[in-house]
């Protein structure tokens, strides 16, 4: 169920929803807000990874990575 919000826009930000794809003013602004939505989402994923890769790996696993890595490399680099 939809409900109905009356907005007021600026002339120039109503232009541009005009020029959007879409059949009503509804339906492009109900798709831009669903779009605008889920880029704020998305960077804050975003942010959120790189606050968590950024504030540096544990020794311990990147030790444990560099061991992976280290036989990684033996098993690739064997010729039998």
């Known amino acids: ?9 600026a002339s120039q930000l109503l232009a541009a929803v005009d020029r959007a794809p879409g059949e009503s003013r509804s339906e492009k602004i109900e798709r831009l807000l669903q779009e605008a939505l889920a880029g704020r ?13 950024g ?4 020794p311990e696993d990147r030790a444990e ?9 033996q098993a690739f680099g064997r010729d039998d």
Do not use: I, N, P
């Open 41 to 53: 989402t998305y960077q804050r994923w975003v942010r959120e990874l790189e606050a968590f890769y």
């Open 1 to 9: 169920m939809k409900e109905r919000v009356t907005v007021s826009l």
């Open 65 to 73: 990575d560099l061991d992976w890595q280290a036989l990684g490399h």
């Open 55 to 58: 504030a540096g790996v544990h």
